[in-house]
């Protein structure tokens, strides 16, 4: 049976496995990828992605993350890249990341070969595989890996609270404060709102990037910071409303609700 998960967050999703298979449209998941990878590589406290990692991602240089695309299929050389790279011990506590695109295109040959690395990754060594339909991989493949799957944010959630802080956000504290009145939420249900809207934000970036709106990117950027810390930093029994509020607040200071027009 594949292991077939709803991604909660990328961040403890690619901690908590070291081998990943991320299905869903080559752009989403990009974009996915390079999130992930800053959210485990970066130290900086609720970072808004100017860093120097965010730039060696996006450039796919970052020392400790090798990118693997195929030419129109994956090559012995292509593999031997991988096997080599693997071969080096790294230092205690030193993670390396392999993204390995278009999973789809490894044939049965490239496949059978790095097998056994996703079966024992050498210590410290990460996996994700992307691709854009499970079914294209080999099964034995697919069995090694924690699967998810990631689709375009489409208003699915319903529910008020999501609504509230995505597609219908306003900055009314008014409104806000009657939603959260109705909801008697809790810490445990707050961490999927997190999830939720969190994705949502994640998916307003990647818009903004594609559309080069810098000033759109920076505000969702901020948003994603502020909702990624919150989702490191669960709240504690007893303080979901206040967390909720703080969020309010925040979100209230860089999301203007003209953005409304926009979302
Ligand atoms: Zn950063």
Known sequence: MDNITQPLNTYNLISSAPTHLWIGSPELVHSQVLRA??????TIVQCQQTCVHTHQLANEQHPYVLFLRPTRTYTREHIEILHK??????????????????????????????????????????????????????PTIRSRCIISTYQAYTTHCSDALCL???????????????????????????????????????????????NSDQVALKSYNLACSLLLFHIKNPPVPGSAVLMWKNIFLHMSLFLKPANQATV
């Open 37 to 42: 990878l800053h959210n485990v590589l970066c």
């Open 85 to 138: 790279v693997c071969s080096y011990k790294l230092e205690e506590n030193t993670k390396f990341y392999c993204v390995i695109y278009q999973a789809d295109a490894l044939g049965h040959a490239a496949a059978s070969s790095i097998l056994k690395l996703l079966e024992e990754p050498p210590v410290g060594y990460n996996f994700i595989l992307v691709a854009q339909r499970s079914e294209s991989i080999l």
């Open 164 to 210: 509230n802080m995505s597609t219908q956000f306003t900055g009314d504290p008014l409104q806000f404060m009657q939603t959260l009145e109705k909801l008697e939420i809790d810490e445990i249900s707050s961490l999927t709102y997190l999830d939720h809207i969190f994705s949502f934000w994640q998916s307003k970036c990647m818009t903004a990037y594609n």
